[in-house]
T-cell receptor
Framework: DMKVTQMPRYLIKRMGENVLLECGQDMSHETMYWYRQDPGLGLQLIYI???????SEGDIPKGYRVSRKKREHFSLILDSAKTNQTSVYFCASSLGGSQNTLYFGAGTRLSVL | AQKVTQTQTSISVVEKTTVTMDCVYE???????LFWYKQTASGEIVFLIRQDSYKKENATVGHYSLNFQKPKSSIGLIITATQIEDSAVYFCAMRGNNYAQGLTFGLGTRVSVFP
C-alpha cells in the first residue's frame, strides 16, 4: 500500500522554539517535497529533495531547512519558529521525472504562538 | 515560471449531475504536465488525473475527464454522475520540463454536491 506518513499531525509551539516535522514514504520514491498551505495562498513549495543529501530550495525556503539522510525519510526543520510559520505543512513524494504524480501525506497542522 | 489560475472559487451542484471546473495555465515550456488533485474535508490531498501536453486525447479516469484545449492554455475537469462524496476542493496543478520546479498549484475550486 503506497503511503506517505507525516508526524506529528498536530503541533503547537511557542515563538522561538525549534520545530521538527518528519515525513516517511514506503514507495522508494527518489523525490520528496515539502509544501505549506495557507488560505488565499494555496500550496507553496518550500523545498524539494531529489535523493539523499540532494536538496534544493523551492519558492519559499526562508526560515526553513531540510534533511534527507535516507531515501524514505525527509525532515523539515524550523529553527526558532515564527508566528507567520503557522500553517499546514504537506510532505509529498514522487518518482523522478516531470511527468510523475506527487503523492501527499495527510499534513501537519502547526501553530506557532 | 509557471502560473495556474482557477477562477471559480466555489460551485454547487445537485447529486448525479455533471460539474465542470476551469483552469488556465501559463508556461514557456514546450512540453508540460497538468494534474488535478482533490482535497477532502479531512485535509487529505488525492491525485485524480493527469494530462500530458503532447497528447491530443483528453484523459479519462473513472467519472473524471479532462477538457484539454492547448491553444487556450486551458485544462478543465469534468465530473459526471456526481456523488455527495465528491464534495471537496479541487486543485489544478502543472509542472514544466524543469523537473526541479515541483508542481505549481492553483488556489482551488470548492465543489459542494447536494442531494
Amino acid at each position: 500500500d503506497m503511503k506517505v506518513t507525516q508526524m506529528p499531525r498536530y503541533l503547537i509551539k511557542r515563538m522561538g522554539e525549534n520545530v521538527l516535522l518528519e515525513c516517511g514514504q514506503d514507495m522508494s520514491h527518489e523525490t520528496m517535497y515539502w509544501y505549506r498551505q495557507d488560505p488565499g495562498l494555496g500550496l507553496q513549495l518550500i523545498y524539494i529533495s531529489y535523493d539523499v543529501d540532494s536538496n534544493s530550495e523551492g519558492d519559499i525556503p526562508k526560515g526553513y531547512r531540510v534533511s534527507r539522510k535516507k531515501r524514505e525519510h525527509f525532515s523539515l526543520i524550523l529553527d526558532s519558529a515564527k508566528t507567520n510559520q503557522t500553517s499546514v505543512y504537506f510532505c509529498a513524494s514522487s518518482l523522478g521525472g516531470s511527468q510523475n504524480t506527487l503523492y501527499f501525506g495527510a499534513g501537519t497542522r502547526l501553530s506557532v504562538l | 515560471a509557471q502560473k495556474v489560475t482557477q477562477t471559480q472559487t466555489s460551485i454547487s451542484v445537485v447529486e448525479k449531475t455533471t460539474v465542470t471546473m476551469d483552469c488556465v495555465y501559463e508556461t514557456r515550456d514546450s512540453s508540460y504536465f497538468l494534474f488535478w488533485y482533490k482535497q477532502t474535508a479531512s485535509g487529505e490531498i488525492v491525485f485524480l488525473i493527469r494530462q500530458d501536453s503532447y497528447k491530443k486525447e483528453n484523459a479519462t479516469v473513472g467519472h473524471y475527464s479532462l477538457n484539454f484545449q492547448k491553444p487556450k492554455s486551458s485544462i478543465g475537469l469534468i465530473i459526471t454522475a456526481t456523488q455527495i462524496e465528491d464534495s471537496a476542493v479541487y486543485f489544478c496543478a502543472m509542472r514544466g520540463n524543469n523537473y526541479a520546479q515541483g508542481l505549481t498549484f492553483g488556489l482551488g475550486t470548492r465543489v459542494s454536491v447536494f442531494p
